[in-house]
């Protein structure tokens, strides 16, 4: 990651920030942005160290959208450039981030507009800044909300709010983003990093295994009748309780019933109690 351009990774902690790192142009996101940020995806999803996954904007603005000028008309002379790029960008904002087996934080302020709207809405989370501004705006400049973005809209708050918001290309600020259902969690801008860094570690204190099964079952199963969806969480129980090292299941009954030393109520079991001993060197 140490020839990136247009992406900036911090760690601290079992935490990845992910910048998108083109605040000159309010980190609107051009071909090689795309190209970096699925190869980092990549890279974190493998990495040991990183718990938890913060995707945000340098400079002040979460990201501008596309790069009218790169991506689009820069990319209109060569078709298999503009689908390989096309590829990148849906990859790592829908398909790679949807089902990701690390929990996901976008972190919002400054402007979140048009193409932004794919890696916000496939990450876990969203604590955003209540100043921020969000705008499907690409009714203003005479296309349809591009990619999947019109799809993943719709999907995902109520069907009235999506069609005002997408028709008329308004703008509206971090409290309206989490009343319709964009965003999670919405704060003054100074308290925005604090408040996204304890989300963070909350999800951290969870069982990884567990949190990554139970994440990705409630994306699985949207799409799912009733039939359909207790066949597939009962064999993902099953799948958890034969493959997870934390023996998740077990520990927590255990300091629950026997030991009485959590409350699941209002926090997790610890973890490492029921991991096997570590191997002693020599």
């Given at each position: 990651?140490?020839?990136?351009?247009?992406?900036?990774?911090?760690?601290?902690?079992?935490?990845?920030?992910?910048?998108?790192?083109?605040?000159?142009?309010?980190?609107?996101?051009?071909?090689?942005?795309?190209?970096?940020?699925?190869?980092?995806?990549?890279?974190?999803?493998?990495?040991?160290?990183?718990?938890?996954?913060?995707?945000?904007?340098?400079?002040?603005?979460?990201?501008?959208?596309?790069?009218?000028?790169?991506?689009?008309?820069?990319?209109?002379?060569?078709?298999?450039?503009?689908?390989?790029?096309?590829?990148?960008?849906?990859?790592?904002?829908?398909?790679?981030?949807?089902?990701?087996?690390?929990p996901t934080i976008c972190m919002v302020d400054g402007f979140c507009a048009g193409g932004a709207?794919?890696?916000?809405?496939?990450?876990?989370?969203?604590?955003?800044?209540?100043?921020?501004?969000?705008?499907?705006?690409?009714?203003?400049?005479?296309?349809?909300?591009?990619?999947?973005?019109?799809?993943?809209?719709?999907?995902?708050?109520?069907?009235?709010?999506?069609?005002?918001?997408?028709?008329?290309?308004?703008?509206?600020?971090?409290?309206?983003?989490?009343?319709?259902?964009?965003?999670?969690?919405?704060?003054?801008?100074?308290?925005?990093?604090?408040?996204?860094?304890?989300?963070?570690?909350?999800?951290?204190?969870?069982?990884?295994?567990?949190?990554?099964?139970?994440?990705?079952?409630?994306?699985?199963?949207?799409?799912?009748?009733?039939?359909?969806?207790?066949?597939?969480?009962?064999?993902?129980?099953?799948?958890?309780?034969?493959?997870?090292?934390?023996?998740?299941?077990?520990?927590?009954?255990?300091?629950?019933?026997?030991?009485?030393?959590?409350?699941?109520?209002?926090?997790?079991?610890?973890?490492?109690?029921?991991?096997?001993?570590?191997?002693?060197?020599?």
């Open positions: 990651m140490s020839e990136l351009k247009h992406v900036k990774v911090v760690q601290r902690d079992g935490i990845s920030w992910v910048y998108l790192n083109r605040p000159e142009k309010k980190n609107a996101m051009n071909p090689r942005l795309h190209e970096e940020m699925d190869a980092t995806l990549i890279a974190l999803e493998n990495d040991t160290d990183t718990k938890v996954v913060i995707i945000a904007g340098a400079g002040g603005n979460f990201s501008a959208g596309q790069d009218l000028k790169e991506f689009f008309r820069g990319l209109e002379g060569d078709a298999a450039e503009r689908k390989r790029i096309q590829g990148l960008a849906n990859s790592w904002r829908w398909h790679r981030l949807y089902m990701y087996s690390k709207f794919m890696q916000l809405l496939a990450s876990d989370f969203v604590v955003t800044a209540e100043d921020a501004v969000y705008s499907l705006s690409e009714v203003n400049w005479g296309i349809i909300p591009g990619a999947l973005v019109a799809k993943v809209v719709s999907d995902s708050i109520l069907y009235r709010h999506a069609l005002y918001y997408a028709c008329l290309g308004e703008p509206f600020d971090g409290k309206e983003a989490v009343r319709v259902g964009f965003a999670n969690i919405a704060v003054p801008k100074d308290e925005l990093e604090a408040k996204t860094e304890e989300l963070a570690k909350k999800l951290m204190a969870k069982s990884p295994q567990v949190l990554r099964a139970t994440k990705q079952a409630m994306r699985m199963v949207r799409t799912m009748d009733i039939q359909q969806a207790g066949d597939y969480l009962g064999q993902v129980s099953l799948a958890l309780k034969a493959s997870d090292p934390e023996k998740s299941y077990d520990a927590g009954l255990q300091q629950f019933l026997d030991k009485k030393s959590f409350r699941p109520f209002f926090e997790p079991f610890k973890l490492g109690t029921m991991l096997p001993p570590a191997k002693k060197e020599g």
